[in-house]
């Protein structure tokens, strides 16, 4: 079992994604059985696997179909934060 310590230095110097399996491995059953790093880890590793998710499709080209927003939901996001201040 590695240790907390070892868990947070890897996500602060490393991308998640980017590591090795079996270092993924042994961190990832790490965040799951500790509450410690389960509650504080888990949070950054989803967010890391999103930004792989994005920089996949950006890659891919087809990130555009993904995100595109329709002229009346932006209107509706303006009309929110404009509510908002
Ligand atoms: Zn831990």
Partial sequence: MIACKQVAKALANNRYYELPWWRRLPMFAHIKLCVMCGKYHSQV?????GMRNYL???EA???E???HLSD???KRIQDAIKKES
């Fill in 61 to 63: 080209g087809d990130l």
């Fill in 45 to 49: 590793i989803t967010m890391q696997k």
């Fill in 72 to 74: 009346e939901a932006k």
């Fill in 56 to 58: 996949e499709h950006e």
């Fill in 65 to 67: 179909t993904h995100i």
